[in-house]
């Protein structure tokens, strides 16, 4: 990803969770945000205090990431609003995530492809696993494991998340 233009990221699922200290750590790095949950209180006191420390953007879709009408609703107002997306994670449990992601990728791949960039991941908080997809391409994947002694904590996650952002 290049800093010629604005970097737009997309939080799918968690901010209750870990997704939050992410958010936070993105927008740090320059990134305007599109979160997307279905827990709309939460959401919307984080994206508050997130946006007002970080002078970034930040919208808020309420939705389920697991239905696939409303995420890919979700996206599209993403797209509507920023114009492009260049980083997408997905944060759920590993089953719900297994649903999400699969819809995550059949909306945003397209336009990733189309802008010739971007990087999906995939967090699975109770294995560890991120996963990264460069422009979706599965067999380009790579993992960013955490160790089975380690918890996967806010600074490992975000850590490794950058780390394959910026590869």
Same mark, same amino acid.
């Given at each position: ?13 968690? !901010? +209750?969770?870990?997704?939050?200290? !992410?958010? /936070? ?10 979160? *997307?949950?279905? &827990?709309? @209180? ?6 508050? @205090? ?8 930040? $919208?808020?879709?309420?939705? &389920? ?13 993403? %797209?509507? /609003?920023?114009? +492009?997306?260049?980083? $997408? !994670? ?8 297994? =649903? ?9 791949? #397209?336009?990733?492809?189309? /802008?010739?960039?971007?990087? *999906?991941? /995939? ?6 696993? *991120? =996963? +990264? ?13 955490? #160790?089975? &002694?380690? %918890? ?8 490794? *998340?950058? @780390?394959? %952002?910026?590869?």
């Amino acid at each position: 990803m290049t800093d010629n233009h604005q970097r737009i990221a997309v939080i799918a699922g968690g !901010i +209750r969770d870990l997704a939050t200290s !992410i958010a /936070q750590r993105l927008t740090r790095e320059g990134f305007d945000l599109a979160i *997307i949950d279905r &827990d709309r @209180k939460s959401m919307m006191h984080i994206a508050t @205090k997130i946006g007002e420390e970080s002078g970034r953007n930040i $919208l808020t879709i309420t939705a &389920d990431i697991t239905v696939e009408g409303q995420l890919s609703a979700a996206l599209s107002r993403t %797209v509507q /609003q920023f114009g +492009r997306i260049d980083l $997408l !994670i997905t944060y759920a449990s590993i089953e719900s995530n297994q =649903v999400s992601f699969f819809h995550c990728e059949k909306y945003v791949a #397209p336009l990733m492809e189309e /802008q010739g960039s971007g990087v *999906i991941i /995939q967090v699975e908080p109770e294995s560890g696993r *991120i =996963v +990264r997809y460069n422009n979706t391409s599965v067999p380009g994947a790579e993992l960013a494991d955490v #160790p089975a &002694d380690q %918890v996967l904590t806010d600074t490992i996650a975000c850590d490794a *998340i950058l @780390k394959l %952002v910026t590869e």
